[in-house]
C-alpha cells in the first residue's frame, strides 16, 4: 500500500473523505486540540512530490517545516477546523473521551462537504458523530502516514496547540509552556515543584498528581 490509496479507494467508491488527528494526548498540562481536513485531490494530487512528502505526520516536521506546509495545505484544502477540550474536560472524561469531545467539535464546525471520517488510531469516535446525521468512519492505524487528510490535520492541530501553548507561557512564563508546549519535560516537572500547579495542568496526569497530594500532605502534616 502507498500513500493515499486509502483515499483513492475511498473516492472510488463514491466517499468523499475528511481526516481528523489530535495533538496533545500526552501532555501534563494544556487542552487537547484535533483538526479535521477535507482536500481537493486533483490540487493535491498535482503538487510536487517535494510538496507532497511534506504533507505527513507532524511529528516529523520541524517548526520550520510546518511552516512551509501550512500554506501547502491551504492550497489544496476544502476546508478545515479545529475544535479542543479543556483542562477540565480532560479531568472530568479521561484524556480518551476529552480527546473525542474535541474531534466532534472540529468535525461539525468544519465548512466543507464529507461523508466519511477518517480517524488516525484504531478506535472510532463514539456516536454521536455530528450533530443530525450519522457518518461513515474508516479507522486507520499510523493514519498520519498513509493518508494525507489526516496527516493534514495533525499538521494543523500540532501548529493550532503550538500557538496556544506559546501565547499561554507569555501570560505564564514561570512554567515555560513555549518551549515544552505542555510536555512532561525535566525542565517543567521542575518549574511545577517550583511553583506549583497551574489551572492548566492536568490534575490527573502524573507527575502533577503526585506533586498535589505531597502539597497537600505538606499543608496537613
Not at 121 to 132: C, D, F, K, S, T
Not at 166 to 193: C, D, M, Q, W
Request: net charge neutral; with cysteine; hydrophobic share 45%.
Amino acid at each position: 500500500m502507498e500513500r493515499g490509496d486509502l483515499e483513492r479507494a475511498a473516492l472510488a467508491r463514491g466517499q468523499f473523505p475528511v481526516g481528523i488527528d489530535e495533538v496533545g494526548r500526552g501532555c501534563i498540562a494544556g487542552p487537547v486540540v484535533t483538526s479535521a481536513v477535507v482536500l481537493d485531490y486533483g490540487k493535491l494530487f498535482a503538487l510536487p512530490d517535494k510538496s507532497l512528502q511534506l504533507i505527513r505526520d507532524s511529528k516529523t516536521l520541524s517548526a520550520r517545516q510546518r511552516g512551509l506546509v501550512v500554506p501547502i495545505i491551504e492550497s489544496v484544502a476544502c476546508g478545515w477546523a479545529s475544535g479542543s477540550a479543556s483542562v477540565q474536560e480532560i479531568e472530568t472524561h479521561g484524556i480518551l473521551g476529552a480527546t473525542f469531545i474535541a474531534m466532534r467539535r472540529a468535525l461539525n464546525a468544519i465548512d466543507a462537504h464529507f461523508d466519511l471520517v477518517m480517524v488516525d488510531g484504531n478506535q472510532a469516535i463514539p456516536e454521536p458523530v455530528l450533530a443530525g446525521r450519522k457518518i461513515a468512519q474508516q479507522t486507520v492505524v499510523k493514519g498520519d502516514h498513509w493518508c494525507f487528510a489526516i496527516a493534514a490535520a495533525s499538521i494543523i492541530a500540532k501548529e493550532v496547540r503550538d500557538k496556544f501553548m506559546h501565547e499561554l507561557g507569555n501570560s505564564l512564563p514561570a512554567y515555560g509552556f513555549g518551549k515544552h508546549v505542555g510536555y512532561g519535560t525535566r525542565e517543567h516537572i521542575e518549574n511545577l515543584k517550583i511553583h506549583g500547579v497551574s489551572d492548566w495542568h492536568r490534575r490527573t496526569f502524573e507527575p502533577v498528581k503526585s506533586i498535589c497530594a505531597a502539597k497537600i500532605a505538606g499543608l496537613s502534616g
